[in-house]
């Protein structure tokens, strides 16, 4: 199939009366040609829809949190002792966690309640660990900052979601016994992912393949 040529297009709309000077042909034709080559890029801001009226701009989360905004949050929570689980009243995902939004803004519900309770940001990087091991919990004595293996790492002892990762995660030996820590715990990169290996079987490995080698040329 040939493709349309912008500036048959842009004449034909001269012709019908829907382009009526020289720039405005000119403008379309460039920005067609532009978009077929891949060389322009639309960036649309976020939008919010009103009910009454078009899509507008989402506003951006205030800094601080108004107290009415806390009073609304607070309101969606099942308080109750101090070591109880506080469980989220309001919309859950799948998976049971809470959810908050503020300005059109979707936020977790139990890192909110940390932040609220703690009077600061979320700290950038680290994953949301619960003691409780209940995900609609929002209580802040049961939510603490930790990084993704730590919050892997507690799944698996608790016997909740132990795939691949996270048996692999929780492993404090080789398959030999040899400990992945200290000095003989080696950490190779693969674009995201994070492997850990063991510096005596990694060296043992070479010592067999450059004896196989040597065999190999004699």
């Not at 994070?194 to 040597?214: Q, S």
Request: hydrophobic residues 35%.
């Amino acid at each position: 199939m040939t493709a349309p040529n912008p500036a048959a297009i842009a004449a034909s709309l001269v012709e019908f009366g829907a382009v009526s000077t020289t720039e405005k042909l000119a403008k379309m034709a460039d920005f067609c040609q532009k978009r077929r080559a891949g060389t322009v890029r639309q960036h649309r801001p976020a939008l919010t829809t009103n009910r009454e009226g078009p899509a507008t701009m989402a506003k951006p989360i205030p800094t601080p949190i108004p107290e009415d905004v806390k009073a609304r949050f607070w309101a969606k929570v099942d308080v109750r002792g101090p070591d109880d689980c506080w469980e989220w009243q309001g919309s859950r995902t799948n998976k049971g966690y809470g959810g908050f939004s503020i300005n059109s803004h979707p936020l977790k519900a139990h890192r909110l309640a940390w932040q609220f309770a703690n009077n600061r940001d979320w700290p950038a990087g680290l994953e949301a660990c619960h003691s409780c091991d209940n995900p609609p919990c929002v209580n802040p004595n049961h939510i603490r900052p930790g990084t993704r293996r730590e919050n892997i790492r507690d799944r698996v002892e608790r016997g909740r979601n132990a795939g691949t990762a996270a048996v692999n995660a929780a492993k404090t030996h080789c398959l030999r016994g040899h400990p992945l820590s200290g000095d003989n715990l080696s950490i190779r990169t693969r674009g995201e992912t994070r492997m850990r290996h063991c510096r005596i079987c990694a060296a043992l490995h070479t010592r067999r393949w450059r004896a196989r080698k040597k065999g190999a040329a004699q």
